[in-house]
T-cell receptor, first 114, second 117 residues
Framework: NAGVTQTPKFRILKIGQSMTLQCAQD?????MYWYRQDPGMGLKLIYY???????DKGEVPNGYNVSRSTTEDFPLRLELAAPSQTSVYFC?????????????FGPGTRLTVL | AQSVAQPEDQVNVAEGNPLTVKCTYS??????LFWYVQYPNRGLQFLLK??????LVKGSYGFEAEFNKSQTSFHLKKPSALVSDSALYFC???????????????FGKGTKLSVIP
């Protein structure tokens, strides 16, 4: 199986534009997550989902929206892009909610907002 | 609140020498600790985790980590470094979910490991 996949790999946006970052997993994981990674920083959780139709905010949700219509897909939407959203975005998934469970990460989307 | 500290931004080690990447943590309950590795332009890959039991945890690619509760540390180690081990290493901690359910992994800032031939 492919694991966690993300598209696109790279994107440049102008301020005020919108876009959707795609994430899909084929491991039948219930839990999915979006993180952003800024230079010299660890990953920060943006949103997470515990199953189809259920999402919740993480540490840094402002400026983003998510939806989860299927188990496999968890897109992240940027409505009005701002330079502060320049970052690398990682999607991850895990089988269960238990804190012992390992999260598996996609390859990332590198976004630049100019 | 949970937190993780990786005190070294960069670690340089000669190929064949042992390596250590340091991590300390703070949690209110029992810690669940993870190490991830990130190669250039790639996503994070799981290396190993500590949940309970033996303080020495063995993981992928010959890595191991030692959990020390009294020092609140979870240092990553390898007996003999390879040039291919050069990458960014992240320590992460997870506490018990609270409130509506917080499933957040808290990551350290990362340590860049350079193995010199």
């Amino acid at each position: 199986n492919a694991g966690v996949t993300q598209t696109p790999k790279f994107r440049i946006l102008k301020i005020g534009q919108s876009m959707t970052l795609q994430c899909a997993q084929d491991m039948n994981h219930n839990y999915m997550y979006w993180y952003r990674q800024d230079p010299g920083m660890g990953l920060k959780l943006i949103y997470y989902s515990v199953g189809a139709g259920i999402t919740d905010k993480g540490e840094v949700p402002n400026g983003y929206n998510v939806s989860r219509s299927t188990t496999e897909d968890f897109p992240l939407r940027l409505e009005l892009a701002a330079p502060s959203q320049t970052s690398v975005y990682f999607c991850a998934s895990s089988k269960t909610r238990y804190h012992t469970n390992t999260q598996y990460f996609g390859p990332g989307t590198r976004l630049t907002v100019l | 609140a949970q937190s993780v500290a990786q005190p070294e931004d960069q670690v340089n080690v000669a190929e064949g020498n042992p390596l250590t990447v340091k991590c300390t943590y703070s949690v209110s309950g029992n810690p669940y600790l993870f190490w991830y590795v990130q190669y250039p332009n790639r996503g994070l890959q799981f290396l190993l985790k500590y949940i309970t039991g033996d303080n020495l945890v063995k993981g992928s690619y010959g890595f191991e980590a030692e959990f020390n509760k009294s020092q609140t540390s979870f240092h990553l180690k390898k007996p003999s470094a390879l040039v291919s081990d050069s990458a960014l290493y992240f320590c992460a901690v997870r506490d018990l979910p609270s409130g509506a359910g917080s499933y957040q992994l808290t990551f350290g800032k990362g340590t860049k490991l350079s193995v010199i031939p």
